[in-house]
């Protein structure tokens, strides 16, 4: 039996984990997080209880298994208390990246700093209360602009329209660089806040950009048959309304004396076949947009911090110069130009954005299995057991999360639950889920050492 260790306990990390465990291996787990799930409980939108139970179920099956150890509330990476270098010198064998794309995409704008700009996944981990985020100021104004037209894009909006219980929102402006036929988000998500479409104001942008879509063979006509059959219907806005500017890049932010965002100027765009597809090219045409409060939701990138090389797309992976199109997992260093020996990428760590839980699964599998072609082409390594990697972790002042006290913390959330009277309750700072888990430890008299 060989020892590997996974960095980051996603879907992806998971089921990676488990795959390896099931081959006769031991697994263990490093979490920047003290609970597992990664995006799968982070990510999803906080009703959609039947997915996340689920998944829980899943994830606490993998957890289950007695060769998977799991150390939570371990940061890795450069600058943090747990370094790459560090977990090499415990002499895995194998070592698997699923830290996801922690990494925000830029906008690369004039005035980007103001205050209410924040990125889409920020936002996201803000209201399903993920710590640092669930106790940072995520406020909003009454007119927000979301940048970016798809399934992220919809959540946020029935965040802001309907769930937000301190909402003062009037009005959302989806700003979307391609025109209608473009959208990216599922019907059966967009259904959530299509009452809110503002139905009169959609007609009048559909006919300000008709000519544009005419142009590459796009009839408005069609707009309600194939993204938004909402208009089809006969049906009265809600409150607040929801509003769609289409053909526009942002260009650059202003904001008022206090430092906030007042302004977003856009560019407008035309729609251009290229390579097969339609693409946004830019024009000299710009407008502006007065709103208090801009979400980006123009995808993630990998975390260059964690100490990977790094490229366009995620941490480098070997190229297969038999078949571009085959994917390999093991990280690649593009200046030596050679393997790094025994380490792994999967899931959006591989490929920033690809795909949701059950890509991220096959993902972390596949990626899994070619972990074990290179376990069976060497040696015994006299890997660090779990007990040797905790006493180094506690070493370092970390205090780390273990399987057992994941237990004690659903138990503690549950019975919160209970008082609450709500269906689910999560603690929103790392400070309070420790303390959690040491009062349940306390009441069955267990005691931590080290």
């Known amino acids: 039996m060989k020892t590997v260790y996974v960095v980051g306990a996603g879907p992806a990390g998971l089921f990676a984990a488990q795959k390896i465990a099931q081959a006769g291996h031991g697994v263990v787990i490093f979490n920047r997080d003290i609970k597992p799930g990664g995006l799968a409980e982070y990510g999803i939108y906080p009703v959609k209880d039947k997915m996340k139970v689920g998944l829980r179920k899943q994830f606490a099956k993998v957890l289950s298994l007695a060769n998977v150890h799991y150390f939570g509330h371990v940061r890795v990476g450069n600058g943090y208390a747990v370094a790459i270098e560090d977990l090499r010198t415990l002499n895995p064998a194998a070592m698997v990246f699923a830290v996801g794309a922690q990494g925000t995409k830029d906008l690369n704008l004039p005035g980007e700093e103001a205050r209410r700009v924040y990125s889409a996944k920020d936002f996201v981990y803000h209201y399903n209360q993920l710590p640092p985020f669930a106790t940072e100021d995520f406020s909003t104004g009454k007119r927000i602009a979301i940048v970016g037209m798809g399934n992220v894009m919809v959540d946020i909006a029935r965040w802001v329209l309907d769930d937000d219980p301190e909402r003062q929102t009037e009005e959302l402006i989806v700003v979307a660089r391609r025109g209608p036929f473009e959208a990216k988000f599922d019907e059966r998500e967009f259904v959530h806040i299509e009452r809110h479409l503002d139905a009169e104001d959609f007609r009048q942008e559909l006919e300000r950009i008709k000519d544009s879509l005419a142009a590459v063979g796009q009839d408005i006509a069609n707009v309600a048959e194939k993204t938004f059959p909402i208009l089809g219907k006969p049906y009265e806005p809600l409150l607040p309304r929801l509003k769609f500017r289409f053909l526009y ?50 995808g993630d990138v990998a975390d260059p911090n964690v100490g990977l090389p790094y490229g366009q797309e995620g941490y480098v992976t070997r ?76 070493a370092k002042g970390i205090p780390v999360v273990s399987k057992e006290d994941l237990q004690y913390l659903t138990l503690a959330e549950e019975r919160e639950a209970r008082e609450r009277g709500v269906p689910y309750f999560k603690y929103s700072d790392d400070h309070s889920m420790l303390a959690a888990i040491e009062e349940e430890r306390r009441k069955t008299g267990t005691v931590v050492t080290g």
Not at 265 to 280: F, H, P, Q
Not at 324 to 347: L, M, N, T, W
């Open 319 to 394: 190229p297969d110069p038999s078949d571009p199109k085959h994917a390999c997992y093991e990280i690649f260093d593009p200046e030596s130009q050679r393997v790094v020996s025994g380490s792994f990428a999967v899931g959006w760590a591989r490929k920033a954005s690809e795909g949701l839980v059950g890509i991220a699964r096959h993902d972390g599998e596949v990626g899994a299995g070619q972990v074990l072609q290179y376990l069976e082409g060497i040696g015994e390594t006299a890997a660090a057991g779990p007990e040797e990697v905790e006493r180094r972790l506690r």
């Open 249 to 298: 890049s942002p260009q650059s932010i202003h904001a008022d004396a206090s430092g906030c965002i007042d302004r977003l100027a856009v560019r407008e765009n035309i729609l251009v076949e290229r390579g097969g597809s339609l693409a946004a090219k830019s024009t000299d045409r710009t407008a502006d947009l007065d709103i208090d409060t801009m979400i980006f939701a123009i």
